[in-house]
């Protein structure tokens, strides 16, 4: 009976991961369990994110740019105040959460100079107690949500600075605009200049397919600069940051012109992990 219920929860985790890769989202999956099941020390994090900013370097210097051209943004989403206040102390000032809630809570207690970026959904009824904390919204992903930034953006002192969240490969499991849908979103941010005060589209985020070869990353980041830069000339508007790349793929998004790359798992992973 013993070694039933020792083996069980063994066979139960094996057949979850089998599920989550058959769906497409093994990726996920590893990632959040590296991050959970031991954490990484001050020390490894400090030497985490040394390691991803020499890649970083490295990447950016093969594509013929500048490393302070591309922002490290840390996702800490996965991980306690704790571990992001390590992240800060080794130099990672640029924190990002996927939930407005775990924003609001982390915010309050690491130093008030942290830059926060929200990369998840923003609920419309969550957008007045989110700004005042926000430096950089990355899935602005409706028309009603502009409206809502728009609005509650008022009395801030600042414009919101915000990028299209985009579904670039059309992936019906993604969230993010389709690409004629950002389009229209754009058309009607253009048309509509006295929302200009309040809101400051800066770029576009993305991600690649999950589990896809290093050509087809290529592409489908390609395919993604090459949007902003036709919506740049189209409307004749300034969109300098494209936010791709994750822990897996932020080297190959540095190549194809990525300005911010979020990264959580490779900076919070434990030592021999």
Known sequence: MTDHMTDSPIRTLIVLKQLLNAIGLRKHFNSKSKM??????????????????????????RSGRLASSVRIVGVTKY?????????????????????????????????????????GHLQRNKVKRTLPILAMLHSL???????????????????????????????????????????????????????HSQLRIRGVMGMSTMNASADQIHREFESLRRMRDDWSERFSLDLPELSMGMSDDFEIAIEEGSTMVRIGSRLFEAAGV
């Not at 959970?36 to 210097?61: H, L, M, Y």
């Not at 704790?82 to 309050?108: F, H, I, N, T």
């Open 36 to 61: 959970t099941a031991k954490s990484a020390s001050g020390p490894q994090i400090r030497k985490n994110f040394e390691e991803v900013r020499d890649c970083v370097q490295s990447a950016a210097v």
């Open 141 to 195: 992903d409706s028309e009603r949500l502009m409206e809502q930034l728009v609005l509650d953006a008022k009395g801030l002192g600042r414009p919101v600075e915000a990028l299209l969240e985009i579904n670039a490969t059309e992936d019906g499991t993604k969230t993010g605009l389709m690409p004629p849908d950002a389009a229209k979103l754009l058309a009607r941010y253009i048309d509509s200049p006295e929302v």
């Open 79 to 119: 991980v306690g105040s704790q571990e992001a206040r390590d992240l800060v102390e080794a130099g990672c000032w640029e924190l990002a959460e996927s939930r407005p809630q775990a924003l609001w809570e982390k915010s309050a207690q690491l130093p008030s100079d942290v830059r926060w970026h929200l990369i």
